[in-house]
């Protein structure tokens, strides 16, 4: 038999259990009680086999496990509670919405279909209201972000630097605008890069909640499992991923225009 391998994690965490704590305190008491030293040495006697037995029991490590889930559920809830609160009126109602309509469909589905238990894939749908959450967050960010750059000025720079390449007779100055051109054509780039995502992002929040009402749906007019089973919800979980991949790889164009704004002011100032 093959036993777990020592682990001092857990060992901290049987030293932090209420029996443990509250046999040690029983032990002095009785010591004090009774003006000897014998319970102490018990005690320690028994504290020895307790961290000896305890913390390698694969029952207590499962528990310990179970706890640990528990407290990052919690944990992770609260934060995106504190998330919420920061998004405004207008965004906050669609989230409250959503959560709504998950916890309807929850309930439509053991009030009509008499069941206590909710099917694994329809519990998909904490995931995907977690999902709109962060979605959400992301496009508001991002549209923030184009509404705050003036495009159409950036456009008619570049315009201005590539008129000032055509005409310009003086070497340098005509490399100065050439690469004011490059640094305007990246940022109109980005630009429409962001607004790809952003575009992609509210495509995907509009259809989460279509999702969700149409699980409202088919649960409130032919509640059966085996019609909820068919519902694709792979499918809707397998077109977040794509979005939640593309984020990642535009996730650097926030980056990319500052820099190049930066960039600019840097040229035009030795340009001058």
């Known amino acids: 038999m093959q036993f777990p391998k020592f682990d001092l994690r857990y060992v901290k965490e049987a030293l932090k259990e209420p029996i443990n704590f509250w046999g040690m305190v029983g032990f002095g008491v009785t010591a004090v009680f009774l003006q000897d030293v014998a319970p102490l040495l018990l005690a320690m006697g028994t504290e020895v086999v307790y961290l000896s037995v305890v913390p390698v029991s694969p029952i207590y490590r499962r528990l310990v496990a179970r ?13 995106r509670e504190a998330f ?5 009126p207008r965004e906050r109602e669609a989230v409250e919405y959503l959560r709504w309509m998950k916890n309807q469909i929850y309930s439509n589905y053991r009030k009509f279909t008499n069941s206590k238990e909710i099917p694994a894939n329809l519990q998909t749908l904490d995931q995907r209201w977690e999902d709109f959450v962060d979605l959400l967050d992301v496009y508001r ?3 923030h972000h184009l509404r705050a750059t003036n495009r159409q000025a950036v456009q008619n720079q570049l315009k201005q630097a590539e008129h000032a390449i055509q005409i310009s007779t003086d070497d340098r100055q005509k ?10 054509k990246r940022r109109v780039a980005a630009f ?3 607004e790809r995502s952003v575009r992609m992002v509210e495509g ?12 409202n749906d088919q649960v409130v007019t032919l509640p059966t499992p085996e019609r909820v089973s068919a519902l ?19 996730a650097d164009t926030y980056g990319m225009l500052d820099n190049q704004h930066r960039e600019l002011e840097l040229l035009l100032s030795s340009g001058k």
Do not use: P
Request: glycine share 4%; aromatic share 6%.
């Open 67 to 79: 706890r640990e889930k528990e407290r990052a559920r919690k944990l992770r809830e609260a934060q």
């Open 192 to 194: 429409n890069e962001l």
């Open 141 to 143: 960010r991002r549209k």
């Open 84 to 88: 919420v609160r920061g998004f405004d």
């Open 175 to 184: 490399r100065i605008q050439q690469a004011n051109a490059e640094i305007l």
């Open 204 to 215: 995907q929040l509009q259809s989460i909640e279509n999702f969700f009402g149409l699980v």
């Open 232 to 250: 694709h919800f792979e499918e809707l979980s397998d077109s977040i991923a794509m979005t939640r991949q593309m984020l990642e790889e535009t």
